[in-house]
């Protein structure tokens, strides 16, 4: 199973940009990257995903490596709210996807940021 | 919006009881799982279902079991609950893309 490594933590001022990295070496080719934070006493919310092309919402962009190996989650303005456990997620719901209808979590990286 | 909903936030049981967790979603996901969260772990893997009737185990399966009756439901099973089994306890569904987490619940086994 294709898993994900992320760093334990990593700090950030408030403001600032923030560039969380994930990499995994092993993803198959329809593998979907996912992104997901974890706010005290909730449960995991959706933050992006991608396939092959970086991709952008209003909560955070995602900058995906040209083999895939490796993505980057950029939140461009840290705020004290965005202080989470942020999750990279490889999930694969296709056809010959060997991770299809299973999640794979990395240990996730918890963001503190500093007023 | 998507909704997972958990039956209960807290729940305190005791060693040997027989446990219930429910899991209801709202948007006719064919996947659904349980997830248990532990400082230190992160979440892992109990069991997963992507059909009605279809279960697979996880990465720690031992002292779980699951039923899934109906699409939208999905209920965890502690047979003879312990108290290593003291936890954070996270339901999920998703569609192809996207996956809803509900809110968890935090059990004790006293």
């Known amino acids: 199973d294709a898993k994900t490594t992320q760093p334990n933590s990593m700090e950030s001022n408030e403001e600032e940009p923030v560039h969380l990295p994930c990499n995994h070496s092993?993803?198959?080719?329809?593998?979907?990257i996912h992104w997901y934070r974890q706010l005290p006493s909730q449960g995991p919310e959706y933050v992006i995903h991608?396939?092959?092309s970086n991709v952008n919402n209003r909560m955070a962009s995602l900058a995906i490596a040209e083999d895939r190996k490796s993505s980057t989650l950029i939140l461009h303005r840290a705020t004290l709210r965005d202080a989470a456990v942020y999750y990279c997620?490889?999930?694969?719901?296709?056809?010959?996807?060997?991770?299809?209808?299973?999640?794979?979590f990395g240990q996730g990286t918890t963001l503190q940021v500093k007023p | 919006d998507v909704k997972v909903t958990q039956s209960s936030r807290y729940l305190v049981k005791r060693t040997g009881e027989k446990v219930f967790l429910e899991c209801v979603q709202d948007?006719?996901?064919?996947?659904m799982f349980w997830y248990r969260q532990d400082p230190g772990l992160g979440l892992r893997l109990i069991y997963f279902?992507?059909?009605?009737?279809?279960?697979e185990k996880g990465d720690i399966p031992e002292g779980y079991s699951v039923s899934r009756e109906k699409k939208e439901r999905f209920s965890l099973i502690l047979e003879s609950a312990s108290t290593n089994q003291t936890s954070m306890y996270l339901c999920?569904?998703?569609?192809?893309?996207?996956?809803?987490f509900g809110d968890g619940t935090r059990l004790s086994i006293l």
């Open positions: 999920a569904s998703s569609s192809r893309l996207l996956v809803h």
């Open positions: 092993t993803i198959s080719g329809t593998d979907y």
């Open positions: 991608g396939l092959t």
């Open positions: 997620i490889l999930s694969g719901f296709l056809v010959g996807s060997s991770n299809t209808g299973k999640l794979i």
């Open positions: 948007m006719d996901h064919e996947n």
């Open positions: 279902s992507y059909d009605v009737k279809m279960k």
